[in-house]
């Protein structure tokens, strides 16, 4: 499987590094590690902040022949706890967030960056609060000034 780059994700439990690493392992059907050096294969880094979304996880050479969204979903139902991903608008408070039934739905978080790393709570969903949302592939909500299509 091809390597593709960084996934970042934050996910709303204290969850251990190893049992991330197990969830991101079972979704992909391969093994994942801790940062090591000299390691070519899946690379994992999984730290606490503060937040609603306390446990960061970083993966590193993420594979280029499956979609982001779906392992996140994935291990969102491993873990049993949401997990917020980024979207593909260049809103920096926009997430896609995949709910521990493996439902994924846009969501707008505020965030605050701290020594520690990012901090996110507030998560609330995306009503076409921006030009960008509307142009997503993750359609915003429905709002009573702008109701869904029939």
Not at 29 to 39: A, K, S
Not at 77 to 96: E, H, K
Not at 112 to 131: I, K, L, S
Request: hydrophobic residues 40%; glycine residues 6%; charged residues 25%.
């Amino acid at each position: 499987m091809a390597a593709d780059g960084l996934w970042n994700w934050s996910v709303a439990a204290r969850v251990e590094p190893d049992l991330v690493r197990g969830a991101l392992a079972g979704a992909l059907e391969q093994p994942v590690h801790e940062l090591v050096p000299g390691e070519s294969a899946l690379l994992c880094d999984v730290y606490q902040v503060g937040g609603d979304f306390p446990t960061v996880v970083d993966v590193f050479l993420a594979p280029s022949g499956v979609a982001e969204e779906t392992i996140a979903s994935a291990v969102a139902v491993r873990l049993r706890a949401a997990v917020l991903l980024p979207d593909d608008t260049l809103n920096p408070f926009r997430y896609v967030l995949a709910e521990p039934d493996g439902t994924l739905r846009p969501v707008h978080v505020d965030e605050q960056e701290t020594d520690d790393g990012p901090e996110r709570r507030r998560v609330r969903p995306c009503n076409r609060c921006t030009p960008e949302c509307d142009r997503s592939r993750w359609k915003p909500g429905p709002t009573p000034e702008r109701p869904a299509a029939a």
